[in-house]
């Protein structure tokens, strides 16, 4: 998804978007926390390199659209390092 499309799909611009909680977008946010977590222990245990689920988000004018999120992991030298990419999942 780019910036551009991420922008009028959560009605708020970069710079308005820089510092906000991505969860609190999220229509069951805490759900995709959990999933997060979930995911970093699998990371941990070696177990897993990548997960894809749906959820919808929610614009700041109140619409709700349903999006893709893909994660992926890197190792770094502390800690692993999660990627999140959201993309269109209204044809999903």
Same mark, same amino acid.
């Given at each position: 998804?780019?910036?551009? *499309?991420? &922008?009028?799909? %959560?009605?708020?611009?970069? %710079? &308005? %978007?820089? !510092? &906000?909680? =991505? /969860?609190? /977008? /999220?229509? +069951? !946010? ?10 970093? &222990? +699998? =990371?941990? *245990? !070696?177990?897993?390199? #990548? #997960? ?11 619409? +709700?659209?349903?999006? +893709?999120?893909?994660?992926? #992991? ?9 990627? #999140? =990419? ?7």
């Amino acid at each position: 998804m780019t910036n551009q *499309k991420a &922008e009028e799909l %959560l009605g708020s611009s970069r %710079l &308005e %978007l820089l !510092g &906000e909680n =991505i /969860f609190n /977008f /999220f229509l +069951e !946010g805490e759900r995709l926390k959990q999933e997060v977590n979930l995911y970093l &222990e +699998e =990371i941990r *245990k !070696g177990k897993r390199s #990548a #997960a894809t689920t749906l959820h919808v988000v929610r614009s700041v004018a109140g619409g +709700e659209h349903r999006v +893709e999120v893909a994660l992926s #992991a890197t190792q770094t030298d502390s800690q692993p390092m999660i990627t #999140a =990419i959201l993309r269109d999942g209204e044809g999903r």
